[in-house]
């Protein structure tokens, strides 16, 4: 089985484009290719990068999402991340965080390990594995029209909102952020906790 449509909206433009209007939302990165994606965007304060931890982005992200309920949460990772990591979805739909977002982006690939498909490649739908789950808005991004219509939802909508983003598997150049766990662990909690992080 392949994708119902045509893929052909690029990874760094898609990730560049829903940063645009984060506001001040809290960002998550899985592992690898949308840590890179979010790094070329701009580096930001309330960016915290997990570099690792395969399969657990979205687990972090509802943690954050629980502690913070006044702050947009936004999640960005992978396809084969988020595989995974399937338990998550249903773990963060009975959860039900209104103010987190998962964004899966797409590109039907393993990236990190030599760019075999994953299984989206082949049929399996993430979006509709979310929408089985209980997640309050779920769907699958082919084209631009699609990306703008489904960026107030993500930075705005009463969640938890699942958005996966299908891209072509075209590579991009690696852009690295900051990779000092302890620096971005006390970064991360000075822009979100002030003068309490000390404390």
Not at 132 to 137: R, V
Not at 160 to 178: G, M, N, Y
Request: proline letters at 4%; a negative charge; hydrophobic letters at 40%.
């Amino acid at each position: 089985m392949t994708s119902r449509k045509d893929i052909t909206l690029d990874r760094r433009a898609v990730v560049a484009r829903i940063l645009r209007d984060r506001g001040d939302a809290l960002l998550l990165t899985g592992l690898g290719s949308t840590t890179w994606d979010v790094a070329a965007a701009g580096d930001h304060v309330n960016n915290f990068y997990l570099w690792g931890a395969m399969g657990g982005a979205a687990m972090v992200g509802l943690g954050l999402a629980l502690a913070q309920p006044q702050r947009r949460v936004l999640v960005i990772t992978g396809d084969g991340e988020q595989l995974m990591g399937l338990g998550g979805i249903a773990t963060v739909a009975v959860q039900r965080p209104s103010n987190l977002s998962l964004i899966v982006i797409d590109n039907e690939s393993y990236g990190e390990t030599g760019m075999q498909d994953t299984h989206t490649k082949h049929g399996v739908d993430l979006a509709g594995v979310a929408a089985a789950a209980g997640f309050a808005y779920s769907a699958t991004v082919y084209n631009d029209d699609e990306l703008e219509a489904v960026i107030p939802v993500i930075c705005q909508q009463t969640g938890p909102i699942f958005t996966a983003v299908k891209v072509t598997a075209t590579p991009v150049t690696t852009v690295l952020p900051p990779r000092d766990g302890t620096y971005l662990k006390n970064r991360f909690r000075q822009s979100l906790l002030g003068s309490k992080a000390t404390e």
